[in-house]
């Protein structure tokens, strides 16, 4: 039986790049200020004004209501760590020492399914709290995390892109598995969960200095051998992690030449971080293929550095927003937009309110690889949605009542925002999440 559902309010959505103006490109976002999302068996069937669709919906329709709420695609996360939610934000140290001290530990944990399988019920939960609908995500070296991730997120009906994480050194024992032992994994996994439903595999090994070289290139001829698949890794993070794998790498030109030797860059490539990139790297990011998801408030945090955001879109090279959980210390994408500004600010580059929330949705969306599916109101696209409440604090309740622009409410959200601003959650056309 066919199930009908729309959405009435404030409606916004992106089409393509508003570029870097303080006004959007000429038909590059759909604004609705009352209007209606159509959806049928999950899928958007309408987008329009609701005076232009009232005449057409029937006694059939079951209607949400969201006066005074804004409407956009679900937002997507293109990089944090299933396995790392319950260390989020801890006491801060550098990359190499901040993985011994929390990460490490934590990950053991997951060999125990009981533990894999509660801590996936809250990682979604949390998810959808925040208005997540999509994320890439990293699991751990146990191929437990894996299927508890995945088996959770069927249940929710998700779009969700995971893997394995291979590691055969420089790790406790614990963690660390072998060169075959991390094909035969990935692969057994990859056929039980890849294509089924909304749920797709990547291949993951976690960076450069916890695999060897042996493992590398395997990890390239298993991605190589199942076109259209997603890779992730990390890339040039920390400088003292460069220097690592320079020693471990001698033969490498660069960090990126460590993964292009071993097959590790093309189309649906995605590479953390990549702070302390230059611009031959980045062409040969955007010739290869790869795309970078920009982490600012984990580079932040750990003290990183600064991510050149304008160096990468000169260059051509994708680049998604993503909140890196657990070095990042916010699920909330609204929460990283106003960290990703701040980064931008301190090296002379303006982050409008248009290219924030465009990345959220379409650009993230584009960089994985799904923008023929999700990231855009459009006919035909999955319907995951977010509800925002653009009064959802006392304070943003103060500036919402001075009749902002749509731009300024943008940036209200942008800069105020967090999880208390997520109305409503929605997957696939059905209530996944209402704030109490």
Same mark, same amino acid.
């Given at each position: 039986?066919t199930q009908?559902?729309a959405?009435?309010?404030?409606l916004?959505g992106?089409?393509?790049?508003?570029?870097d103006?303080?006004?959007?490109?000429?038909?590059?976002l759909?604004?609705?200020?009352?209007?209606?999302?159509l959806?049928?068996?999950g899928?958007?069937?309408a987008?329009?004004h609701y005076a232009?669709?009232?005449?057409?919906?029937?006694?059939?329709?079951?209607i949400?209501?969201?006066?005074?709420q804004?409407?956009m695609?679900?937002?997507?996360?293109?990089?944090l760590?299933?396995?790392?939610?319950?260390?989020?934000?801890?006491?801060?140290?550098?990359?190499?020492?901040w993985?011994n001290?929390?990460?490490?530990?934590?990950?053991i944990?997951?060999?125990?399914?009981?533990?894999?399988e509660a801590?996936?019920?809250?990682?979604?939960?949390?998810?959808?709290?925040?208005g997540?609908t999509?994320a890439?995500?990293f699991?751990?070296?146990?191929?437990?995390s894996?299927?508890?991730?995945f088996?959770?997120a069927?249940r929710?009906?998700m779009?969700l892109i995971?893997?394995?994480?291979?590691?055969?050194?420089?790790?406790p024992?614990?963690l660390?598995?072998t060169?075959?032992?991390?094909i035969?994994?990935s692969?057994a996994?990859?056929?039980?969960?890849h294509?089924r439903?909304r749920?797709?595999?990547?291949?993951?090994?976690?960076?450069?200095p916890?695999?060897?070289?042996?493992?590398?290139?395997?990890a390239g001829?298993l991605?190589?051998?199942?076109p259209?698949?997603?890779?992730?890794?990390h890339l040039?993070?920390?400088?003292?992690?460069?220097?690592?794998?320079?020693?471990l790498?001698p033969e490498?030109?660069?960090?990126?030449?460590?993964?292009?030797?071993?097959?590790?860059?093309?189309?649906?490539?995605v590479?953390a971080?990549a702070?302390?990139?230059?611009d031959?790297?980045?062409?040969r990011?955007?010739?290869g293929?790869?795309?970078?998801a920009?982490c600012?408030?984990?580079?932040? *945090?750990l003290g990183?550095g600064l991510? $050149?955001?304008r160096?990468? &879109?000169?260059a051509? #090279?994708?680049?998604g /927003? %993503?909140t890196?959980?657990?070095?990042?210390?916010?699920?909330?994408?609204?929460?990283?937009?106003s960290d990703?500004?701040?980064?931008c600010?301190?090296?002379g580059?303006?982050?409008t309110?248009?290219q924030?929330f465009d990345?959220?949705?379409?650009?993230n969306?584009q960089?994985?690889?799904?923008?023929?599916r999700?990231?855009?109101?459009?006919?035909?696209?999955?319907a995951d949605l977010v509800?925002?409440?653009?009064?959802?604090?006392p304070?943003?309740?103060r500036?919402?009542?001075?009749?902002?622009?749509?731009?300024?409410?943008? *940036?209200?959200l942008?800069?105020?925002? $967090?999880?208390?601003?997520? &109305?409503a959650?929605w #997957?696939?056309g059905? /209530? %996944?999440?209402?704030?109490?």
């Open positions: 039986m009908w559902q959405l009435r309010g404030e916004l992106f089409h393509r790049d508003p570029g103006s303080e006004q959007p490109r000429a038909n590059s759909t604004h609705y200020p009352d209007g209606v999302v959806i049928r068996d899928v958007i069937e987008v329009d232009a669709m009232a005449p057409h919906l029937d006694h059939t329709v079951a949400a209501h969201y006066p005074g804004l409407i695609p679900g937002f997507i996360d293109p990089h760590h299933f396995s790392q939610l319950d260390i989020i934000a801890s006491h801060g140290r550098q990359l190499i020492d993985l001290t929390y990460t490490f530990p934590e990950e944990r997951l060999n125990d399914r009981d533990y894999a801590l996936a019920e809250g990682f979604i939960q949390q998810l959808l709290a925040h997540t999509t890439l995500a699991c751990t070296s146990h191929p437990n894996v299927n508890a991730l088996e959770r069927e929710e009906r779009r995971a893997g394995k994480v291979m590691m055969d050194r420089n790790a024992e614990a660390c598995d060169v075959d032992s991390s035969r994994d692969r996994l990859m056929r039980h969960w294509g439903g749920l797709e595999y990547a291949v993951t090994p976690r960076f450069a916890t695999s060897t070289p042996e493992q590398l290139t395997a001829r991605w190589r051998g199942e259209g698949m997603v890779m992730q890794t040039c993070e920390n400088r003292a992690e460069i220097e690592w794998v320079a020693e790498y490498a030109k660069d960090y990126l030449d460590v993964y292009q030797r071993a097959g590790l860059l093309g189309p649906r490539s590479f971080h702070i302390h990139i230059d031959d790297m980045r062409t990011l955007r010739d293929g790869g795309a970078i920009f600012p408030s984990s580079n932040t *945090f990183s991510f $050149d955001r160096a990468a &879109r000169a051509g #090279v994708p680049v /927003l %993503a890196d959980i657990g070095a990042g210390t916010s699920l909330s994408q609204l929460t990283t937009l990703a500004y701040k980064v600010q301190l090296q580059d303006a982050l309110p248009w924030a990345a959220l949705t379409r650009g969306a960089m994985l690889g799904l923008a023929d999700i990231g855009r109101l459009a006919p035909g696209l999955e509800v925002l409440d653009p009064a959802s604090t304070l943003m309740a500036k919402q009542a001075h009749g902002p622009t749509l731009a300024e409410k943008l *940036f209200n942008m800069m105020l925002g $967090d999880d208390r601003t997520i &109305r959650t #997957v696939m059905r /209530l %996944a999440y209402e704030r109490a």
